[in-house]
């Protein structure tokens, strides 16, 4: 079955930086858009990234771009966000997402997520 496993949250001051990792099993990674969503406390799910098959297209909220990276490697079944220049709003916790077909920029079309790892980020 569809297993998204995601990793590499914790706690980092601002400025710091992370990556976070998804473990994808259980589907043919190539050829699935991946993205990353998160949810802060007390408010919804809000998309952060998008990345086609091959990785050679990527999208970025507007609160990100500029710090964030989002990457896959389909050899590994393995995505990636590397977050830089972190922020105090950046907290929350992180969502690796499938998603069936092309729409980008958005949650729809995510029909499977990990469990989440959380990121904190304060001084």
């Known amino acids: 079955q569809v297993q998204l496993v995601e990793s590499g949250g914790g706690s980092v001051q601002p400025g710091g930086s992370l990556r976070l990792s998804c473990a994808a099993s259980?589907?043919?990674?190539?050829?699935?858009?991946m993205s990353w969503v998160r949810q802060a406390p007390g408010k919804g799910r809000e998309w952060v990234s998008d990345i086609s098959w091959g990785g050679s297209s990527t999208y970025y909220a507007d609160s990100v771009k500029g710090r964030f990276t989002i990457s896959k490697d389909n050899a590994k079944n393995t995505l990636y966000l590397q977050m830089n220049s972190l922020k105090p709003e950046d907290t929350a916790l992180y969502y690796c997402?499938?998603?069936?077909?092309?729409?980008?920029?958005?949650?729809?079309?995510?029909?499977?997520w990990g469990q989440g790892t959380q990121v904190n980020v304060s001084s």
């Open positions: 259980g589907f043919a990674f190539s050829s699935y858009y």
């Open positions: 997402g499938r998603k069936v077909g092309v729409r980008v920029e958005t949650t729809e079309g995510l029909d499977y």
